[in-house]
């Protein structure tokens, strides 16, 4: 059964999502990050997704500290994206508590220390994120176009050691207008072996539903949680 993964952004302090994938265009959420963290704890969830916006745009990692403190005060298995750039970024963020790594930047830009990540970490820690618009591999906060083919992109590192990656479409975030089902079935036909991770556009349990019935192995929850349009009740069957 599809696993249910909540999802927390963090920038200045506060929980905010980006708006189709623009790091510039944020709408703020004003619930304090570990209350928002322990609250999804007490509804059945067992993962976070957390995206430290700050340090995405810094290029280092800036909010260890609330991470530490999410992994001190909950038992959420936490993995961790956002300015993890270097061999320390990535020793600190797991030392801080993080189970898992997510990382876009890295693979396409410094291919052989991601290389590195996976023999010292393993891909079982670290999930390659490969946001597309398109079929088109995006990183930089989703603004840079890098040129290379999404399946290509999945292929080349599948047969690195890499075992999960985070996929989306990234005009699908924050849209609420459903999962681009397509992306996710053509990645389960191409690479049946590889644990896809869906993200954007999650409206409801059907959505859900359709998506473990392609066989994605986890989806990632976000503004359908803070607007309230899926609720914890809703995803009972996959949370218990």
């Known amino acids: 059964m599809i ?6 952004t963090i920038a200045g302090g506060k929980v905010v999502k980006t708006v189709k994938g623009n790091i510039d265009e944020l709408k703020i959420y004003d619930e304090n990050p570990l209350d928002m963290a322990m609250n999804f704890e007490a509804q059945g969830f067992k993962r976070l997704h957390m ?7 810094a290029r280092k990692v800036v909010n260890y500290r609330l991470l530490q403190m999410l992994s001190q005060y909950t038992k959420l298995d936490i993995d961790f994206s956002g300015g993890v750039t270097t061999d320390d970024d990535a020793r ?22 991601f290389k ?5 970490f393993g891909g079982k820690k670290i999930i390659l994120a490969a ?3 398109e079929g088109i591999v995006h990183t930089g906060g989703w603004k840079r176009h890098t040129g290379i083919d999404l399946y290509d992109h ?12 985070k996929a989306t479409e990234i005009a699908r975030d924050g849209q609420l207008q459903g999962p681009d089902f397509d992306l996710y079935n053509n990645i389960h036909t191409k690479l049946p072996d590889l644990n896809i991770i869906a993200c954007g556009g999650v409206r409801s349990a059907e959505d859900i539903a359709k998506l473990d ?4 192995y986890a989806v990632i929850l976000g503004t359908s949680l803070y607007e309230g349009t899926l609720k914890a009740t809703d995803l009972e ?3 218990a």
């Open 116 to 120: 590195d990540w996976l023999i010292t």
């Open 51 to 57: 995206i430290d916006l700050d340090g995405a745009k």
């Open 92 to 113: 600190t963020v797991f030392e801080c508590g993080a189970k898992y790594i997510t990382t876009a930047s890295i693979p396409v830009h410094e291919s052989e220390k």
């Open 3 to 8: 696993n249910i993964i909540a999802s927390l």
């Open 213 to 216: 019935a392609i066989g994605v």
């Open 131 to 133: 946001d597309s618009r």
């Open 154 to 165: 999945l292929e080349y590192w599948h047969e690195r050691g890499v075992r999960y990656v």
């Open 237 to 239: 069957k996959y949370l």
